[in-house]
T-cell receptor
């Protein structure tokens, strides 16, 4: 299936600091999705990016799709303790629009 | 999330026994998926369904079977449980292809 590398694996930040996680692919992606999973919870869909260079915002979260559609980022401005969790990117496999493959996730810890 | 429930929430079973996990949705969504989540492996697709009696294998389908005889129910069966199948199992649904999934709360399965 489609492979995506997500970095960093872990990130600890002080409350109020910014946070960014990256998702990289060796091949061109049709689209990319982002999910958040709180500790002990289930993944929750955040957003889907489709267009080259697309930037979308949700309050303090900014999502970007690279110009070549091979990478994406999620940036959180001024983190809060409610941002704690694991953030996953997810993409469809090459030749398979049916199988959504998840990155390994970035686990965010926010220190008060 | 409202509209999708998994049962049981927790289960401990012995090696070699069959186990069935149930995913029930009230959203009338066509698409349903089973994932497992393990530390270091993220979320991996086991099986998926595109409608009643329309199912297919995902990335890690060995040792698992599924059935979907009604739109609202998607069953995952471990034919003979092994310790390597100890995991958290998530069901997901989607209304349209290639868009965000809604996940259930998960089933924590322990095989001893």
């Amino acid at each position: 299936g489609q492979q995506v590398m997500q970095i960093p694996q872990y990130q600890h930040v002080q409350e109020g600091e910014d946070f960014t996680t990256y998702c990289n692919s060796s091949t061109t992606l049709s689209n990319i999705q982002w999910y958040k999973q709180r500790p002990g919870g289930h993944p929750v869909f955040l957003i889907q990016l489709v267009k080259s260079g697309e930037v979308k915002k949700q309050k303090r979260l900014t999502f970007q799709f690279g110009e070549a559609k091979k990478n994406s980022s999620l940036h959180i401005t001024a983190t809060q303790t409610t941002d704690v969790g694991t953030y996953f990117c997810a993409v469809y496999g090459e030749g398979s629009a049916r199988q959504l493959t998840f990155g390994s996730g970035t686990q965010l810890t926010v220190l008060p | 999330d409202a509209g999708i429930t998994q049962s049981p929430r927790h289960k401990v079973t012995e090696t070699g026994t069959p186990v069935t996990l149930r995913c029930h949705q009230t959203e009338n969504h066509r698409y349903m998926y089973w994932y497992r989540q393990d530390p270091g492996h993220g979320l991996r697709l086991i099986h998926y369904s595109y409608g009643v009696k329309d199912t297919d294998k995902g990335e890690v389908s060995d040792g698992y079977s599924v059935s979907r005889s009604k739109t609202e129910d998607f069953l995952l069966t471990l034919e003979s449980a092994t310790s390597s199948q100890t995991s958290v199992y998530f069901c997901a649904i989607s209304e349209v292809q290639n868009y965000g999934y809604t996940f259930g709360s998960g089933t924590r399965l322990t095989v001893v």
